[in-house]
C-alpha cells in the first residue's frame, strides 16, 4: 500500500479519490487554501492538483478535518450506537471518545463490551473508555460495581482506549485506596484518564493532576478552564442537551492557549442531536460567541487529536487518515458530506450506512427489579416547618442548596401553593426498596409527576411530582414497561421504553425521536419551565459528584460537605 500512497501522492498515478473545487482549513498554519484533496485508499496522501479515478465536486464548499467529540455518553442520546452513528456523522463527526459510565453502572463490563461491539456495525470510530467510577460514590445503589482489581485487570484489554473521567474527586484528594489502585492501573497500562473535577482549583486542583489525569469538562468560568490549563490541563469546551458551556468558557481562549482547548458534548439526546446536531452546533455556537472559526476547528480536530494520542487524526494533509467533514462554510457549519477513510459515509443531512440497531444481547435487557410501590411510598415527614431544599439552576448540572419554609398535614408536606415538588429516587437494581426523599425548588410542573430510569450516575428511577399517587403510578408503568420515561398526571399514563439497560431505545432514531418528542410535549403541558430539558435535566439531579445539594436512593447528599444531609434544616 505505501507504494500506492506514493505514486498517489507524486501524481504518476490517478489517487483512488480526488476532492475537487473546494477549499479546506490546514489547522498547522490557519490557513484558508483552495486545492485538491488527494485520497489513496483511507489516506490523505498530498494536495495541491491532482487527478482521481473518482473525483467529487465539492463546489467552493470547505473541507476540515473530521470532527472528534472529546468526551461523550452514547447512552445519553437514548439510542443504540448505531442509530448515534446514524444522527452524528452526516453532522461531520467521524471520532468520539465514549465513556460508557451509563450502562456500566447498570450492567457492569457487559455494558462496556455492548457499545464497543454495538458500534462496530456502524463507521463511527468509537474510543471506548473503562469507566472509572462504577458507582460514583459509595452513597448510592448501583446495578454493578468495578473496584481497583476490577480496573486493573480490564484497563488492559484492547477495546478499552483509557480510563473515563475520574468523577470521584474527594476520593483522588483523600488518597482513598481504591482510587488510587484505579489510577496507578491505568497508568500502568500506559493510558490517558480522563478527569472530572468541578470547581477544583489551588493546591487540591495540583493533587488531582499529579495523579496523571489530563482532562477536563467541568469548567463553570473561563476563570477555571484558565487555571486548570496553565497547570497543564486539556479543556473540554461542552456544549450538551442541559449542560452548555461553550460560549461561556470560550473566552478564555486566547492564541496562547489555543492548543489545549477541545470540544465534546458529553450528554446530548436524540432529539436535540437531529433538530440541532453534535459538534456542528458546538462550532455554531462557539463562532457566534466570538471564537475565530478556524480556532474552533482547531480544537474540534487537531487538538482532539492531540490530547488523545489518536496518530494520523486531526488534520487534512500528506499521511493524514482521510476522515473529513464537507461544510457549505464556516459559520452555519451546515455539513455537504463526511468521509471516513476515504469513504463517503453520509451526504446531505442523511447516513449511506444501515443505522439500525444490530446488536442487543440479554446482558443489557431487563435491568428493572423492583416491587409495587403506593401512593404511601412518597409521604415526607419533616420533623419542623424548615427544610433543605434542593434549587435548580437553567443551563448547568451543578445545583444549590435553599433553606424553605414548608408546611405539613397528616404526615406529609404540603406543597400546594409553593414552588416546591417531591424529588424520590427509587433503587431499581437490586430491589432493595431503598427510597431517597427531597424537595426541588424551580422546575415548575403542576398536576402530576414524571418519572424516568436514567438517573446520573447509579440510574435508579427518579421521579417528580406534586401527588403521591401520580408519583407511584409513574414508577409502577417504568416496572411494566422495563424501563424508560413515564409521565401520570390526571389518571392517565403516557411511557416510552427504553429497552437498553433502561437506558436506550432500540428503535430507530426517527422514531425515537417523534414518540420521545411527544411525551416531552406532553411534560411541558405540565407546567415544567422550559429552560430546562424536563428529563434530562431532572436525571442530573441524582448526580453526587456535581455540587452542592443532590439526592440518592440513600437521601439527600449534601456534595460539598460530601456527606449525607438531614432534611430538616
Known sequence: MIEKWIDAALGTKKASLVLKNGRFVNVFTGELIGADIAIEGDKIVGYGSYEGQEEIDLKGKIAVPGLIDAHVHIESSQLSPEAFAGLVMPRGTTTVIADPHEITNVCGISGAQYIYKAS????????VMLPSCVPATAFETSGAVLTGADTEKFIREDFLFGLGEFMNYPGV?????????????ARAAGKIIDGHAPSTGGRG??????????????????????????????????????????????????????????????????????????????????????????QAVIAATLNAADCYHLKGKGA???????????????KDFRCFMTFKGGKKVAEGGKPLFDASCRALPEEVKNTV????????????????????????????VVTERAVRTVQSEAGDVVLSGTDLLKLAVVERHRDTGNIGLGLLEGYGLHGGAIALTVAHDSHNVIVLGDRNA??????NELKRIGGGMAIAAGGRIDSLPLDI????????????????????????ALGIDRRFDAFMSLSFLALLVIPSLKLSDRGLFDVDQFSFCNIDA
Open 369 to 396: 427489579h423492583l416491587g409495587v410501590l403506593s401512593p404511601d411510598s412518597f409521604r415526607l415527614k419533616l420533623k419542623g416547618s424548615r427544610a433543605n431544599v434542593i434549587r435548580i439552576l437553567p443551563d448547568n
Open 501 to 524: 439497560a433502561g437506558l436506550m431505545s432500540s428503535l430507530p432514531a426517527e422514531e425515537y425521536v417523534t414518540r420521545s418528542q411527544a411525551l416531552l410535549s406532553r411534560a411541558y
Open 470 to 475: 401520580d408519583m407511584a403510578a409513574a414508577v
Open 205 to 294: 486542583l495540583n493533587a488531582y493532576i499529579a495523579t496523571g489525569i489530563s482532562t477536563d469538562h467541568e469548567c463553570i468560568r473561563p476563570e477555571e478552564a484558565e487555571e486548570k490549563i496553565s497547570k497543564g490541563m486539556y479543556i473540554h469546551l461542552r456544549e450538551g442537551s442541559a449542560t452548555r458551556n461553550v460560549a461561556v468558557n470560550c473566552r478564555a481562549v486566547t492564541p496562547y492557549n489555543l492548543r489545549r482547548f477541545l470540544f465534546c458534548t458529553d450528554d446530548r439526546h436524540a432529539a436535540d442531536l437531529q433538530e440541532n446536531g453534535h459538534l456542528d452546533n458546538a462550532l455554531r455556537v462557539a463562532v457566534k460567541a466570538g471564537m475565530h472559526p478556524v
Open 120 to 127: 462496530e456495525n456502524t463507521p463511527l470510530e468509537v474510543k
Open 173 to 185: 484528594l483523600a488518597k482513598d485506596p481504591e482510587a488510587i489502585k484505579k489510577l496507578e492501573g
Open 316 to 330: 487534512i494533509a500528506p499521511g493524514y487518515d482521510a476522515d473529513i467533514a464537507v461544510f457549505d462554510d464556516l
